[in-house]
């Protein structure tokens, strides 16, 4: 199984950083790539099983089941229903840490997954550059603050 992983720290509390991104529903907030996010069938965005619906900024449309979400780990976990992205099994996980050393956060964000051996190595970097890409959004945003 292959992992994409991208880590940041965020210039803000855990607890601040959290209630920002804990929306599973919210991604377009905090997700310059991200045209429109919602979630299907009235669910809410902290609720096991919700489906939403994204439609990115280049025009795709992906469709993302929450599998766990949790306000005292400060973390969430989800799949793909829709991709056209081809790799199979991806299950990501985000989450938030306060960092001790002031009033800071780290934040990770990974991904595991199959796909074709030959395609690993692009497969990881692919997850790893777009977390990260997302995750300097997020330091951004909290920059402004």
């Known amino acids: 199984m292959a992992r994409g992983y991208a880590s940041a720290i965020v210039d803000a509390a855990a607890g601040t950083v959290w209630a920002h991104i804990r929306d599973f529903g919210g991604l377009q907030n905090w997700n310059p790539g991200v045209a429109k996010s919602e979630v299907e069938d009235g669910k809410r965005g902290d609720q096991v099983g919700a489906i939403r619906s994204l439609n990115l900024a280049n025009g795709k449309h ?30 990501a996980t985000l989450r938030v840490s306060p960092v001790t050393d002031g009033d800071k956060s780290f934040v990770e964000w990974w991904a595991t997954f199959d796909c074709d051996r030959d395609k690993v190595d692009y497969w990881e970097k692919f997850w790893r550059d777009v977390f990260q890409q997302i995750l300097g959004s997020l330091q951004a945003h909290f920059r402004g603050k």
């Open 62 to 91: 992906v469709r993302e089941q929450l599998l766990s979400h949790s306000d005292a780990e400060r973390s969430f976990s989800y799949n793909f229903q829709k991709t056209h992205i081809d790799i199979d099994n991806y299950c």
